[in-house]
């Protein structure tokens, strides 16, 4: 099994010029928890989670109701919160590869590239769905 037999192909992104409150907004209309952060060449220059938006608004979780109205949520800029220079991988990377990547350096997701084009990520979630697949058909 390959990282394309299991990434979500063309992410959801998001500006590093966006505010905290935007990265939730899109994560909540993506259903997904993780975005990466390109600048303004269109490059990926990080990637910020729901975690690191709870941490920076020291919030219990990102229902919601809690960072609707929060002012910080609507101040604080993505690349002030956002892990930069994201490990990364590419297509032709086996999918134990990229969870030993991921095992390794502390990360819960992987944007995929080819040179310098995001083509799609891996998550935490993305391994977990294709390990019960996997099980599944046994």
């Not at 063309?10 to 259903?31: C, D, F, H, K």
């Not at 809690?66 to 994201?86: C, F, G, I, N, S």
């Amino acid at each position: 099994m390959r990282v394309p037999d299991i990434m979500t192909r063309n992410p959801v992104t998001i500006p590093s010029t966006s505010t905290v409150w935007q990265a939730l907004e899109a994560m909540e209309r993506a259903s997904c928890h993780h975005l990466p952060v390109m600048s303004p060449q269109n490059h990926v220059v990080g990637v910020i989670t729901a975690r690191d938006c709870r941490l920076a608004l020291r919030m219990p979780d990102v229902v919601r109701e809690y960072w609707q109205e929060d002012e910080l949520a609507k101040r604080l800029l993505v690349r002030t919160v956002m892990t930069t220079a994201p490990t990364v991988t590419t297509p032709d990377t086996s999918a134990k590869a990229a969870a030993q990547s991921m095992l390794h350096n502390y990360v819960s997701c992987l944007p995929v590239m080819i040179g310098e084009t995001l083509v799609g990520i891996v998550t935490i979630s993305d391994m977990l769905i294709a390990f019960t697949r996997m099980q599944s058909d046994d």
